[in-house]
Nanobody, 121 residues
Framework: QVQLVESGGGLVQAGGSLRLSCAAS????????MGWFRQAPGKEREFVAR????????YYPDSVKGRFTISRDNAKNTVYLQMNSLKPEDTAVYYC??????????????WGQGTQVTVSS
C-alpha cells in the first residue's frame, strides 16, 4: 500500500522559510517522479515543483523558481520542498504526489493528505 505523508507546514511571516517533507512508502520509487502541488481556497490546484527520483533533475514553474527547491533523500525515501522568501500568496495546502516517470508527461497516481502553509503579511 503506497503512502505519501507530508509534514512541515505551519504559520510563517512573509519573507520567512519552511521546509516540507514527504515520506514515501509502500513501493520502490526509483522509477517515479515526485511532485509538489498546492491549492489555495477557491483556486485550482497548482504545480510547484517536480523531481525525477532516478536522476534528481528538477523543474519549477516561474511562480516559485529561485525561491523553492525540491530535493530527495534516497536513504530515507523522502522528498523535501525548501521554501524561502515566502509570500502571502504562497498560502495554500501543499500536497506531495508520485507519478511513473516515462519522461513524457506525468500522471500523478499517488497523493498525500496535504499540509497547510500559511504566510502572514
Amino acid at each position: 500500500q503506497v503512502q505519501l505523508v507530508e509534514s512541515g507546514g505551519g504559520l510563517v511571516q512573509a519573507g520567512g522559510s519552511l521546509r516540507l517533507s514527504c515520506a514515501a512508502s509502500g513501493r520502490t520509487f526509483s522509477s517515479y517522479a515526485m511532485g509538489w502541488f498546492r491549492q489555495a481556497p477557491g483556486k485550482e490546484r497548482e504545480f510547484v515543483a517536480r523531481i525525477r527520483w532516478s536522476s534528481g533533475s528538477t523543474y519549477y514553474p516561474d511562480s516559485v523558481k529561485g525561491r523553492f527547491t525540491i530535493s530527495r533523500d534516497n536513504a530515507k525515501n523522502t522528498v523535501y520542498l525548501q521554501m524561502n522568501s515566502l509570500k502571502p500568496e504562497d498560502t495554500a495546502v501543499y500536497y506531495c504526489a508520485a507519478a511513473r516517470d516515462y519522461g513524457l508527461g506525468y500522471a500523478y497516481e499517488y497523493w498525500g493528505q496535504g499540509t497547510q502553509v500559511t504566510v502572514s503579511s
